[in-house]
């Protein structure tokens, strides 16, 4: 399935949304016809608060070249965070313990710990798809499907 085919639920995931702010990459187009999706009455489009802090130590931190300042970083995350269409999910307890669950489930430790974390932000809020470059991260998830906008 291709972006511009999707309908339903969609969350956007953290590196579509650091592309959209980052005008120099290659991916940036892309990026940003993912966040345009939201204009289309056949899409809901999702990111979580999570989503949106994982951006600072991205947007500021030695795989931006140059980095972004935290002023600047601050306010691409608040700017995106008030897109009409784009939708911030909380994250609960009830998520964490979920997403505990899942990384029992599938022996995940360290960092992998924050896709479940999402995958059960996902399950709870019955998005199905997740626009991602790390489809290998949501594979293995089932009731999730992730995509990538950038091949």
Known sequence: MRVEELT???LVDTNVLI???LAGDPRHGAARQVLALRQRPEVEL?????NLAEMYPNLTG???QPPDSPAVAREKILS???LRGLT???LTLETTRHALDLCVEGSVTRQRYFDRQLAALML???IPVILTENVGDFTAI????PLNPFV
């Open 88 to 90: 911030v999910l909380p």
């Open 19 to 21: 592309y959209a702010t």
């Open 46 to 50: 999702f990111v979580s608060v999570q």
């Open 124 to 126: 709870r809020e019955a």
């Open 62 to 64: 030695p795989k931006n």
């Open 8 to 10: 339903g639920r969609v």
């Open 142 to 145: 089932e009731g999730i499907t």
């Open 80 to 82: 995106l965070s008030r």
